[in-house]
C-alpha cells in the first residue's frame, strides 16, 4: 500500500516526530540519509555491480531515491514492478530473476526490454524460447543447495539442484543464449560461508556443462540490522571477492540486495491503545506493518512514552494487534520499560523492508502516515550506513 507523505515539517529524529505530531495511526519514518548511505557502503564494498530487488519497498520515493545515487539496475518480479521501475527511469537495467511466469508476462518481460532472465526448470527454459527471448540474452540458472544460515531458506520454492542446473546451462548455451548462474542464500544471512559454499557450487557445475559464466549474480539475503546495529556487511563481501578464486576464469559478480539496502532506512511508530498487566494492545499488527514478524522475528523496539517519563526497569510483554482475530499477536514476548502505558508509541526499527507493499487493511486497518526524519537515532554517534 503506497502512500504520500503527509503534509507536516521534517523533523530531526523519530521522537522529535512523534512528540511534536502525535495522533492514532502508525507512522512510518523514513531517513534518506540512512538509505544513501547503506547504498554507498554497498558500492564501496562490493565488489561488482549492485542491483536492488524492488520487491522488498516498492515505494516510488525509494525507487528514485536509488536512481539518483547511481543505482542503474533492478531485479524486478512481475510487469507491474518492471512498470514502476520504467516510470522512473526509462535507461535502467532489468532483471526479471522471478523464475516462473507466465506468457504474458514474458510478453511483459519482452516489451519493457528485460536484460536478463532466471531458470530453474526446462519448461521454463522453453517457455522463454518459445515466446521470443532473443538469442544472446542472460539466461541465469537459479542454483539450490542445502545451506544453512538464514532466517528462511528460499530453495524450498526456487532454485534448481546441481545436476539439473548443469543440463539448464548447457541447453541455454546451446540455444545462443549468454548463460549465468545466480542463486539465493536465504533472508537475514549472517554466515559468509553461505554465498561460498553457492559460489564454489556454481564453479563446479559450470566446469561440467563446460561454459564459461558470463556473470555470476550472488543474489539477495544480506542482513539488514534488526537488532539495532550495523550489519557485519564486510566480511560477506571480502568472503564473496575471495570466492571468485574457485572460478578458473573469474566472471563479473552482481548482487540483488532488497532488506539490506531499504530495511534499516525506516522505523514503524506504532501506538498502545491499551494495557493489561503484561500484555500489550497495538494501534497495528501481523496484518499491518508488522507482518513479518511471525516469519522472521519482532526488531528491535524502543519506547517513545507519550509524557517523556524516565523508563523503568524492563520486563516481558505480549504484543497484540488491533483487530478481532487472535492470531494477531507478535511471536514471544518482548522486553519494553515495565512502565509502559496506553498512549505511548513503540518505535520498530529496521522497518524499511516488506512493509510498503505488503501492509493489509484487515479489519480496517493497516493504514499509516509517513514522514522523514533527518536521521533514525537520538544519539548523533550512531550509524547504520
Known sequence: MLQAPIDCARAETP???????????????????????????????????????????????????????????????????????????????????????????????IAAGVASWSVDDAGELDK???????????????????????????GAKFGADPALAQQLLTRAAKAGFKVSMTFHVGTQCTDPGAWVAYMQACARVARAAGVRLARLNVGGGFPSGRDGGAPALEPIFAAIAAGRDAFDTPSELACEPGRALVADAMAYAVRVKARRGAALYLG??????????????????????????????????????????????????????????????????????????????????????????????????????
Request: proline residues 7%; hydrophobic residues 45%; charged residues 20%.
Open 128 to 154: 522463454l524460447v518459445a515466446c521470443g527471448v532473443a538469442p544472446g540474452t542472460e539466461i541465469a540458472v537459479r542454483l539450490k543447495l542445502p545451506v544453512a544460515g538464514a532466517a528462511y531458506d528460499f
Open 284 to 385: 497495528d499488527g501481523i496484518y499491518g506493518g508488522l507482518s513479518e514478524c511471525p516469519s522472521i522475528g519482532v526488531p528491535r523496539v524502543d519506547l517513545v512514552a507519550d509524557d517523556r517519563r524516565a523508563a523503568a526497569a524492563p520486563r516481558a510483554f505480549a504484543l497484540w494487534g488491533p483487530t478481532c482475530d487472535s492470531l494477531d499477536r507478535l511471536p514471544g514476548e518482548t522486553a519494553l520499560p515495565g512502565n509502559v502505558a496506553e498512549g505511548d508509541w513503540l518505535l520498530f526499527r529496521s522497518a524499511g523492508a516488506y512493509l510498503v507493499g505488503v501492509t493489509t487493511c484487515f479489519n480496517g486497518y493497516g493504514t499509516y502516515d509517513r514522514a522523514e526524519v533527518e536521521r533514525l537515532w537520538t544519539d548523533p554517534s550512531r550509524s547504520l550506513g
Open 15 to 109: 521522537e522529535d516526530w512523534l512528540t511534536r505530531h502525535g495522533g492514532e495511526a502508525p507512522v512510518l519514518l523514513y531517513c534518506p540519509a540512512a538509505l544513501m548511505a547503506r547504498h554507498d557502503r554497498f558500492r564501496r564494498g562490493f565488489p561488482g555491480a549492485v542491483t536492488y530487488a524492488v520487491k522488498a519497498n516498492p515505494d516510488p520515493a525509494v525507487i528514485a531515491a536509488l536512481v539518483q545515487g547511481g543505482m542503474t539496475a533492478f531485479d524486478v518480479a512481475s510487469p507491474a514492478e518492471m512498470a514502476l521501475v520504467r516510470a522512473i527511469s526509462a535507461e535502467a537495467v532489468l532483471h526479471y530473476h522471478n523464475p516462473v511466469r507466465s506468457r504474458g508476462e514474458i510478453a511483459a518481460g
